[in-house]
């Protein structure tokens, strides 16, 4: 990681990083107990993260395909290690969530994230993303001191404007996304769902202070064509169906709200 420099050296921790991701899977590995976890998440949002870490002084990634794969690879680890309950404590002392958050915005040229091309920075907020909507419901409070609804319902209003946009569609998670935003629209939605689920109360009435209702009943009204039988479509309804069900389901005001509109 630190000492690599040339592409062969690169491909070689790349490998190495493969084998890490199969011990992360395995319940019985001492990944926590031997301090392995905590390397991992200080290499995981070093480059998002501010660290006086020393070993991370002269690590730099670049737009060349093998950093990009580690990228990948070390929020995939993220997404791993917050199975281990053992390990959420180091994620939030990490900072994970503030890291994968650095990726939920818009693509627009100065503001892109470590000046990763459009086509990488895509395919890497699609994947924090993803990552995030199983790290939110584990350190919800972690979510909230990053703003979390506030980041994703801009990026939401985002995905619902008119601005051109030419969507590479990268990866599985962009899967209905080529030439058009509904890819990150669908992440937006899905980390929504998931964050509505939660238990927690807070992060639901925070969204609805937000105008989440407002906005979503707006988007059910004039984004899908009403003879709509695309599947991404289908889902991205339902979605916001069960968001809409789940904010007024114990709220007398928020039913009436709901049905005013």
Request: aromatic share 6%.
């Amino acid at each position: 990681m630190i000492s690599g420099c040339s592409n062969y050296e690169k491909q070689l921790r790349n490998d190495l990083l493969v084998i890490t991701t199969l011990l992360c899977r395995n319940p019985s590995a001492p990944i926590v107990e031997s301090g392995f976890a905590k390397q991992i998440v200080v290499f995981s949002t070093f480059s998002e993260v501010k660290s006086y870490n020393p070993l991370l002084k002269n690590l730099k990634l670049t737009r060349c395909h093998e950093d990009f794969e580690l990228k990948k690879m070390l929020i995939n680890l993220l997404e791993i290690l917050s199975t281990d309950p053992a390990a959420l404590q180091i994620l939030s002392d990490g900072k994970a969530l503030l890291s994968l958050f650095h990726y939920v915005k818009s693509d627009e040229g100065k503001s892109r994230a470590r000046d990763w091309s459009s086509a990488q920075f895509e395919e890497l907020q699609l994947h924090a993303m993803s990552a995030l909507n199983k790290l939110s419901v584990l350190l919800m409070d972690d979510y909230m001191m990053c703003q979390g609804n506030t980041r994703v319902l801009l990026l939401l209003e985002w995905c619902l404007g008119k601005e051109p946009f030419a969507g590479h569609g990268n990866s599985f998670h962009g899967s209905g996304g080529r030439g058009n935003k509904k890819a990150q629209m669908r992440q937006c939605l899905r980390l929504l769902h998931s964050v509505v689920s939660c238990p927690n109360e807070l992060p639901s009435r925070d969204l609805c202070d937000q105008g989440i209702m407002n906005q979503l009943l707006d988007v059910l009204e004039n984004f899908f064509p009403q003879d709509c039988d695309d599947a991404i479509d289908i889902e991205l309804q339902c979605d916001i169906l069960y968001i809409l069900s789940r904010l007024c389901e114990n709220d007398v005001h928020r039913k009436e709200l709901f049905g005013a509109q």
